[in-house]
Protein backbone atom coordinates (compact mmCIF):
# COMPACT_ATOMS: atom_id res chain seq x y z
CA UNK A 1 0.00 0.00 0.00
CA UNK A 2 1.47 3.04 -0.94
CA UNK A 3 1.63 6.34 1.00
CA UNK A 4 -1.42 7.84 -1.17
CA UNK A 5 -3.58 4.66 -0.20
CA UNK A 6 -2.33 4.93 3.33
CA UNK A 7 -3.68 8.64 3.58
CA UNK A 8 -7.22 7.63 2.03
CA UNK A 9 -7.48 4.88 4.08
CA UNK A 10 -6.92 6.81 7.59
CA UNK A 11 -9.08 9.47 6.61
CA UNK A 12 -11.76 7.30 5.78
CA UNK A 13 -10.85 5.37 9.19
CA UNK A 14 -10.92 8.99 10.97
CA UNK A 15 -14.87 9.70 8.83
CA UNK A 16 -16.02 6.65 10.28
CA UNK A 17 -15.02 7.29 13.56
CA UNK A 18 -16.34 11.32 13.46
CA UNK A 19 -19.56 9.91 12.56
CA UNK A 20 -19.97 6.76 15.00
CA UNK A 21 -19.05 9.54 17.63
CA UNK A 22 -21.63 11.78 16.78
CA UNK A 23 -24.65 9.04 16.97
CA UNK A 24 -23.14 8.37 20.26
CA UNK A 25 -23.55 12.13 21.67
CA UNK A 26 -27.31 12.06 20.08
CA UNK A 27 -28.13 8.82 21.21
CA UNK A 28 -26.92 9.76 24.48
CA UNK A 29 -29.20 12.99 24.51
CA UNK A 30 -31.97 11.64 23.33
CA UNK A 31 -31.57 8.99 26.85
CA UNK A 32 -30.80 12.16 29.46
CA UNK A 33 -34.32 13.84 27.53
CA UNK A 34 -36.32 10.67 27.78
CA UNK A 35 -35.51 10.58 31.11
CA UNK A 36 -35.75 13.88 32.11
CA UNK A 37 -39.43 14.21 30.38
CA UNK A 38 -40.67 10.85 31.68
CA UNK A 39 -39.47 11.07 35.39
CA UNK A 40 -38.30 14.62 36.09
CA UNK A 41 -40.34 17.55 34.11
CA UNK A 42 -43.16 17.56 31.73
CA UNK A 43 -42.90 20.84 29.73
CA UNK A 44 -46.67 21.87 29.71
CA UNK A 45 -47.97 24.77 27.46
CA UNK A 46 -50.58 26.73 28.25
CA UNK A 47 -53.87 26.42 25.49
CA UNK A 48 -56.73 29.16 27.95
CA UNK A 49 -57.16 31.63 30.19
CA UNK A 50 -58.76 30.03 32.93
CA UNK A 51 -55.36 30.69 35.06
CA UNK A 52 -55.47 34.45 34.59
CA UNK A 53 -53.71 36.30 35.82
CA UNK A 54 -51.15 33.74 36.74
CA UNK A 55 -50.68 31.89 34.12
CA UNK A 56 -51.30 33.24 30.35
CA UNK A 57 -51.84 31.42 26.82
CA UNK A 58 -48.17 31.08 25.32
CA UNK A 59 -47.16 30.54 28.24
CA UNK A 60 -44.31 27.22 28.46
CA UNK A 61 -43.92 25.82 31.52
CA UNK A 62 -41.63 22.57 33.43
CA UNK A 63 -44.29 20.66 35.50
CA UNK A 64 -42.41 18.84 38.59
CA UNK A 65 -43.35 15.33 38.30
CA UNK A 66 -41.64 13.63 41.59
CA UNK A 67 -43.23 15.80 43.55
CA UNK A 68 -46.27 13.90 43.67
CA UNK A 69 -44.71 10.88 43.22
CA UNK A 70 -45.54 8.89 39.94
CA UNK A 71 -48.89 7.24 39.09
CA UNK A 72 -49.77 5.42 35.98
CA UNK A 73 -51.10 9.06 34.36
CA UNK A 74 -47.16 10.14 35.05
CA UNK A 75 -45.43 8.72 32.31
CA UNK A 76 -46.10 9.41 28.08
CA UNK A 77 -47.74 5.94 27.87
CA UNK A 78 -50.49 4.63 30.35
CA UNK A 79 -49.47 2.36 33.04
CA UNK A 80 -52.79 0.79 33.82
CA UNK A 81 -50.80 -1.48 36.08
CA UNK A 82 -49.97 1.03 38.32
CA UNK A 83 -52.58 1.40 40.92
CA UNK A 84 -52.57 5.01 43.41
CA UNK A 85 -49.32 6.50 43.56
CA UNK A 86 -45.62 5.09 43.87
CA UNK A 87 -42.73 7.04 45.45
CA UNK A 88 -44.92 9.32 46.81
CA UNK A 89 -43.40 12.95 47.26
CA UNK A 90 -45.15 15.59 49.67
CA UNK A 91 -48.22 15.77 48.42
CA UNK A 92 -50.51 18.72 47.07
CA UNK A 93 -50.54 21.43 49.47
CA UNK A 94 -53.44 24.11 49.09
CA UNK A 95 -52.49 26.54 46.82
CA UNK A 96 -50.30 24.62 44.46
CA UNK A 97 -50.81 24.74 40.96
CA UNK A 98 -50.96 21.48 39.16
CA UNK A 99 -51.38 19.74 35.98
CA UNK A 100 -53.83 16.52 36.56
CA UNK A 101 -55.91 14.44 34.21
CA UNK A 102 -59.40 15.00 33.55
CA UNK A 103 -61.16 12.24 35.65
CA UNK A 104 -64.13 11.71 32.89
CA UNK A 105 -60.76 11.93 29.61
CA UNK A 106 -57.81 10.55 31.19
CA UNK A 107 -55.96 11.80 27.81
CA UNK A 108 -56.74 15.50 28.36
CA UNK A 109 -54.55 17.48 30.47
CA UNK A 110 -56.03 20.45 32.79
CA UNK A 111 -54.04 22.86 34.91
CA UNK A 112 -55.90 24.54 37.87
CA UNK A 113 -54.89 25.46 41.69
CA UNK A 114 -55.43 22.99 44.44
CA UNK A 115 -58.10 24.15 46.55
CA UNK A 116 -59.63 21.75 48.32
CA UNK A 117 -57.71 19.04 50.22
CA UNK A 118 -59.15 15.69 51.22
CA UNK A 119 -61.93 15.95 53.66
CA UNK A 120 -62.60 19.94 53.14
CA UNK A 121 -65.71 21.38 52.66
CA UNK A 122 -65.87 24.33 49.73
CA UNK A 123 -68.36 26.70 48.77
CA UNK A 124 -68.53 30.08 46.79
CA UNK A 125 -70.65 32.78 48.09
CA UNK A 126 -71.18 36.20 46.19
CA UNK A 127 -67.62 35.49 44.53
CA UNK A 128 -66.02 34.86 47.80
CA UNK A 129 -64.37 31.67 48.75
CA UNK A 130 -65.08 29.35 51.85
CA UNK A 131 -62.89 26.68 52.83
CA UNK A 132 -64.85 24.86 55.65
CA UNK A 133 -67.09 27.45 56.95
CA UNK A 134 -64.44 30.29 57.09
CA UNK A 135 -64.09 32.90 54.15
CA UNK A 136 -60.75 33.06 52.60
CA UNK A 137 -59.06 36.32 52.42
CA UNK A 138 -59.66 38.32 49.14
CA UNK A 139 -58.05 42.04 48.93
CA UNK A 140 -59.66 44.06 45.77
CA UNK A 141 -56.53 45.57 43.95
CA UNK A 142 -56.02 47.51 40.82
CA UNK A 143 -57.97 46.20 37.74
CA UNK A 144 -56.24 43.64 35.15
CA UNK A 145 -55.71 45.20 31.94
CA UNK A 146 -57.24 42.27 28.95
CA UNK A 147 -58.68 42.50 25.70
CA UNK A 148 -62.27 40.88 24.75
CA UNK A 149 -62.59 38.42 21.97
CA UNK A 150 -62.45 41.67 18.96
CA UNK A 151 -59.56 42.72 20.92
CA UNK A 152 -60.71 46.21 22.32
CA UNK A 153 -59.09 46.42 25.87
CA UNK A 154 -61.19 45.98 28.97
CA UNK A 155 -60.42 46.33 32.90
CA UNK A 156 -61.17 43.16 34.79
CA UNK A 157 -62.08 43.25 38.62
CA UNK A 158 -59.07 42.16 40.29
CA UNK A 159 -58.28 40.65 43.94
CA UNK A 160 -55.39 39.06 45.94
CA UNK A 161 -56.38 35.73 47.88
CA UNK A 162 -54.54 34.42 50.69
CA UNK A 163 -55.40 31.24 51.21
CA UNK A 164 -55.19 30.00 55.55
CA UNK A 165 -51.90 28.24 54.60
CA UNK A 166 -50.51 32.01 53.46
CA UNK A 167 -50.07 30.97 49.81
CA UNK A 168 -50.99 34.14 47.67
CA UNK A 169 -52.68 34.70 44.37
CA UNK A 170 -54.64 37.04 41.81
CA UNK A 171 -57.71 36.27 40.84
CA UNK A 172 -60.25 38.17 38.00
CA UNK A 173 -64.14 38.50 38.99
CA UNK A 174 -64.86 39.31 34.80
CA UNK A 175 -68.99 39.12 36.27
CA UNK A 176 -70.69 39.88 39.61
CA UNK A 177 -72.99 36.86 40.74
CA UNK A 178 -71.22 34.97 37.88
CA UNK A 179 -72.63 31.40 37.00
CA UNK A 180 -70.51 30.09 39.88
CA UNK A 181 -70.13 32.62 42.40
CA UNK A 182 -72.73 30.86 44.43
CA UNK A 183 -72.95 27.37 45.15
CA UNK A 184 -73.69 24.43 47.27
CA UNK A 185 -70.96 22.72 49.92
CA UNK A 186 -68.57 20.81 48.25
CA UNK A 187 -67.05 18.26 50.59
CA UNK A 188 -64.25 16.54 49.16
CA UNK A 189 -63.74 12.63 49.29
CA UNK A 190 -60.69 10.98 50.04
CA UNK A 191 -57.95 10.39 47.77
CA UNK A 192 -59.45 13.54 45.87
CA UNK A 193 -58.61 17.32 45.64
CA UNK A 194 -60.66 20.45 44.66
CA UNK A 195 -59.11 22.41 41.60
CA UNK A 196 -60.17 25.98 40.61
CA UNK A 197 -59.09 28.61 38.03
CA UNK A 198 -58.04 31.65 39.15
CA UNK A 199 -60.15 33.28 36.29
CA UNK A 200 -62.98 32.56 38.43
CA UNK A 201 -65.40 33.11 35.37
CA UNK A 202 -63.87 31.58 32.54
CA UNK A 203 -62.75 28.33 34.60
CA UNK A 204 -64.25 24.75 34.19
CA UNK A 205 -63.07 23.12 37.22
CA UNK A 206 -64.33 21.18 40.29
CA UNK A 207 -67.21 23.43 40.42
CA UNK A 208 -68.65 22.01 37.72
CA UNK A 209 -69.51 18.08 39.10
CA UNK A 210 -70.81 17.03 35.63
CA UNK A 211 -67.36 18.20 33.79
CA UNK A 212 -64.17 17.73 35.62
CA UNK A 213 -65.65 17.81 39.28
CA UNK A 214 -63.28 16.28 42.11
CA UNK A 215 -59.61 15.09 41.50
CA UNK A 216 -58.87 11.73 42.26
CA UNK A 217 -55.09 11.46 43.23
CA UNK A 218 -53.63 8.94 40.70
CA UNK A 219 -54.65 11.84 38.32
CA UNK A 220 -52.47 14.19 39.49
CA UNK A 221 -49.53 14.61 37.18
CA UNK A 222 -47.24 16.90 38.72
CA UNK A 223 -46.75 20.64 40.19
CA UNK A 224 -45.90 23.68 37.83
CA UNK A 225 -42.61 25.08 38.98
CA UNK A 226 -41.54 27.43 36.50
CA UNK A 227 -42.58 29.26 33.40
CA UNK A 228 -39.22 28.79 31.16
CA UNK A 229 -40.97 30.31 27.96
CA UNK A 230 -43.40 32.71 26.69
CA UNK A 231 -44.58 34.20 23.60
CA UNK A 232 -47.85 36.27 22.41
CA UNK A 233 -51.13 35.00 22.29
CA UNK A 234 -51.10 35.30 18.79
CA UNK A 235 -47.66 33.63 18.33
CA UNK A 236 -46.24 30.22 17.96
CA UNK A 237 -42.88 29.18 19.53
CA UNK A 238 -41.28 27.94 16.54
CA UNK A 239 -41.71 31.24 14.81
CA UNK A 240 -37.85 32.80 15.99
CA UNK A 241 -38.02 35.23 13.77
CA UNK A 242 -41.14 37.26 15.56
CA UNK A 243 -39.14 37.04 18.97
CA UNK A 244 -37.74 40.60 19.01
CA UNK A 245 -41.51 41.50 19.47
CA UNK A 246 -43.49 38.38 20.65
CA UNK A 247 -41.39 37.48 23.33
CA UNK A 248 -42.75 38.41 26.75
CA UNK A 249 -39.46 38.71 28.82
CA UNK A 250 -40.37 39.70 31.82
CA UNK A 251 -42.19 36.28 32.22
CA UNK A 252 -39.10 33.95 31.13
CA UNK A 253 -38.09 31.51 34.25
CA UNK A 254 -40.80 32.71 36.36
CA UNK A 255 -41.70 30.73 39.25
CA UNK A 256 -44.91 29.87 40.16
Known amino acids: MNVAERSAESEKAKSSGGL ?11 LIALVFRTFLYHP ?16 YLFVSKFSYGYSRYSFPIDLSFIHGRIWEGEGPKRGDVAVFRLPRDPKTDYIKRVIGL ?23 VEDYTGENAFGQE ?25 EK ?7 VPAG ?30 GRAEVIFFS ?3 DSHVWEFWRWPWSLRYNRLLEAL
Do not use: C, W
Open 44 to 59: FNIPSGSMMPTLLVGD
Open 192 to 221: HYFMMGDNRDNSSDSRFLNFVGFVPEENLV
Open 20 to 30: GETLKVVIQAL
Open 231 to 233: VEE
Open 154 to 178: IKVAQYRETLPNGVSYMTLDLTPNG
Open 118 to 140: PGDKIQMKNGLLYINGTPVERER
Open 181 to 187: DNTGVYE
